[in-house]
């Protein structure tokens, strides 16, 4: 038996380092860990960090500087960084900070059971690119009962090669799971509660796994073996690349009734220059006819999107063109960023856009992006939604779910988590829904 100790994990960046941190922290279950909710009460720290744009990079940093005490206070402490960061900068970090016991990267996760027990002894670093499936090394063991949501990364790494993005250097090439061992992971999680599973993979409508029959499959394969088990009610699937949107998948979106009808698209940028620049290899009118595709099939789904602002070289009449391409699509949720220099990749050398020209653009976008988030949601309000219960809400008898659209809802009824409901939305607050079961 190994001795019991405690483990806090802090999560930054996308929901596959919420996916990754769940498997480590299971992982480092058989060394003795349980997780706990504070560094201070911790025998090891683990940083899952990020490094898509620069602030979240630093980030990093300052949090390890305010673990110094901690650390003097504590020699036996142990302080590891996996994660993105991990990845791109390996061996500086304990440069940097050299309190730092252990480097891990992303593919290298199946080893930290190894490396956590080398840790505090000698300063350990695994960046490797290893060919093994890590999460087939990292089984949860106990297997603890779960919330009705779960994330399953089905697919990981890119070989897209967009100007602007670390997500290849980090994650290194795009590689998909095969259709058994995530089938079996969903099995799982159905048995230990889960209701709804979101396939996770950076481009992971890209996914071809390779199927019980020796062939590849697609995403739309693996979601229509995954709509038959029993006892899982909904799928969703993030974040998908507009080229990989292929024809089997959209017709999947309308006829399986387990996928839910949102779809987060990313387009960066509806200036054609920019998307050439950006090397995106689509352009702004097969992203709009594409878009047109889906809703045919569709047509209550609702689109979400990822836009850069200020990207190298981005005029004002570009700024212009991606301003009307949402006016078109009009999105239902978006993710709108300052285009942030990434060392390494193409467009850092690139002339760069005055700060105060990406914060005024940024917020223009953000406040049309605004303005088309809530009439989607108000547009709500009358309609019959399924809603999956997560939790108790805020008021005395209040329950919180997310309805098929990924809107928040609140209800006042007798309900558990876990509970899915058809509910009658009746108002559109500034960040929720609110409602009344239906009948029958
Ligand atoms: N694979 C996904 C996106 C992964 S990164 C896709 O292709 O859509 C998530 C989002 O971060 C991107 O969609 C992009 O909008 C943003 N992003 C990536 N690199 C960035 C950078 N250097 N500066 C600002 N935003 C960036
Ligand atoms: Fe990054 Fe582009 Fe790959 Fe998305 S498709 S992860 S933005 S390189
Ligand atoms: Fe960040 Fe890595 Fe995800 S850079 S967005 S944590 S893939």
Request: hydrophobic share 35%; with cysteine.
């Amino acid at each position: 038996m190994s001795t019991p100790r405690k483990l806090f994990i802090k999560t930054y960046g996308c929901q596959m380092n919420v996916y990754d941190s769940e498997r480590m922290a299971e992982a480092l279950g058989g060394s003795g860990y349980t997780e706990v909710g504070s560094p201070e009460e911790a025998d090891m720290i683990l940083l899952n960090t990020c490094h898509i744009r620069e602030k979240a990079a630093e980030k990093v940093y300052s949090e390890l500087g305010r673990y110094k005490d901690l650390k003097a206070a504590k020699p036996d402490l142990k302080i590891g960084v996996a994660g993105c960061v991990a990845q791109a900068e390996g061996e500086e970090i304990i440069r940097r900070q050299p309190m730092v016991d252990l480097v891990v990267g992303p593919q290298s996760y199946h080893r930290l059971p190894e490396m956590e027990a080398k840790a505090g002894t000698e300063k350990v670093v695994d960046t490797d690119f290893p060919e093994e499936d890590k999460f087939e090394r990292l089984k949860a063991r106990p297997k603890a009962k779960r919330g009705p949501t779960a994330f399953l990364t089905v697919q990981e790494g890119c070989d897209k090669f967009c100007a602007f993005c670390v997500v290849p250097y980090t994650r290194g090439a795009e590689v998909s799971r095969p259709v058994a061992r995530v089938l079996t992971e969903a099995r799982d999680l159905v048995e230990r509660g889960v209701r709804e599973i979101t396939l996770l993979g950076q481009n992971v409508n890209a996914y071809h796994g390779e199927g019980p029959d020796g062939r590849d499959w697609s995403l739309a394969g693996l979601i229509r073996e995954l709509a038959e088990i029993e006892g899982l009610e909904r799928i969703r699937f993030t974040t998908s690349h507009p080229n990989d949107m292929s024809d089997d998948l959209i017709a999947a979106h309308g006829e399986v009734g387990k996928l839910m009808p949102y779809l987060h698209l990313p387009v960066q940028s509806g200036s054609d220059r920019i998307l050439k620049r950006m090397n995106r290899s689509h352009d702004r009118d097969s992203y709009l006819r594409l878009i047109d595709r889906i809703r045919a099939a569709r047509p209550d789904i609702l689109i979400s999107g990822d836009f850069i602002v200020g990207f190298p070289e981005e005029t004002d009449a570009d700024f212009r063109d991606t301003m009307r391409l949402i006016e078109e699509v009009r999105y239902g949720q978006a993710f709108s960023f300052k285009y942030s220099t990434r060392p390494g990749t193409p467009a850092a050398e690139r002339e760069q856009v005055a700060e105060e020209v990406k914060s005024a653009r940024l917020q223009e976008l953000q406040a049309l992006i605004t303005r088309q988030q809530r009439a989607v949601q108000d547009a709500m309000v009358g309609q019959t939604v399924g809603v999956l219960i997560e939790r108790a809400g805020r008021m005395p008898g209040q329950m919180v779910g997310k309805s098929d659209h990924l809107h928040a809802v609140h209800l006042t009824a007798d309900l558990a988590p876990g509970d899915l409901v058809r509910v009658r939305i009746t108002e559109s607050g500034p960040n929720s829904l609110g409602g009344v079961l239906a009948r029958g």
